[in-house]
């Protein structure tokens, strides 16, 4: 089993500024690595897939980069819907999931 | 646009049999070669994968639920379903169906159903 670890389990942004968020996969998933952002009773919204490949209809301010172990999701600008929870998924080796960062407004 | 729809009961006793659906609308699972899938989530915690199945029956489980899962698929009813037996309280999660991005494997989930909330109590 792939073990999925996201960094901060909290990070507190100020609106507008920049986020970064990191993902560190057990094993190596080569790019098979996507990020959802999850807002409060609401279903996971893909966000990036392919480690770096926006989903359809994703703002440009959001931005994944990594490849092997180590990827990070970073939101530039942040506006008020993005405070929310983000998680990482590997779908390398059958499908796992990272904890979850919950940004929150600072 | 593909919506997906779960239903089944919100309140199962423990060690009985947590059985759910998932009804596609606005395509059909029959064709596609998409393994459906099922991903809960605890009260409070994170996503997990379960299962997810094609339109043949063909399916993947994750290997800490597969000796009491079951997922499979109707395709004459444009469904899949999920059956969990032995429940306990850690079974307590909302459950999603949803559909991946691509055909003919397991990868990301761009497509959701709304979640439906079951609670393993006595």
């Known amino acids: 089993e792939i073990v999925m670890t996201q960094s901060p389990a909290t990070l507190s942004v100020s609106p507008g500024e920049r986020a970064t968020l990191s993902c560190r996969a057990s094993?190596?998933?080569?790019?098979?690595l996507a990020w959802y952002q999850q807002s409060r009773g609401q279903a996971p919204r893909l966000l990036i897939y392919g480690a770096s490949t926006r989903a359809t209809g994703i703002p440009a301010r959001f931005s994944g980069s990594g490849s092997g172990t180590e990827f990070t999701l970073t939101i530039s600008g942040l506006q008020s819907e993005d405070f929310a929870i983000y998680y990482c998924?590997?779908?390398?080796?059958?499908?796992?999931f990272g904890q979850g960062t919950k940004v929150e407004i600072k | 646009q593909l919506q997906l729809q779960e239903s089944g009961p919100g309140l199962v006793k423990p060690s009985e049999t947590l059985s759910l659906t998932c009804s596609v609308s606005g395509g059909s699972i029959s064709n596609s070669t998409y393994y459906w899938g099922w991903v809960r989530q605890p009260p409070g915690r994170g996503l997990e994968w379960i299962g997810s199945?094609?339109?043949?029956?063909?399916?993947y489980y994750n290997p800490s639920l597969a000796s009491r899962l079951t997922v499979s698929v109707d395709t004459s009813r444009n469904q899949f379903s999920l059956k969990l037996s032995s429940v306990t309280a850690a079974d307590t999660a909302v459950y999603y169906c949803?559909?991946?991005?691509?055909?003919?494997?397991?990868?990301?989930?761009?497509?959701w159903g709304q979640g439906t909330l079951v609670t393993v109590s006595s």
């Open positions: 949803a559909r991946p991005l691509r055909p003919s494997s397991l990868n990301v989930f761009d497509v």
């Open positions: 998924q590997q779908s390398n080796n059958w499908l796992s």
């Open positions: 199945v094609l339109y043949t029956g063909s399916s």
């Open positions: 094993q190596s998933v080569s790019s098979n």
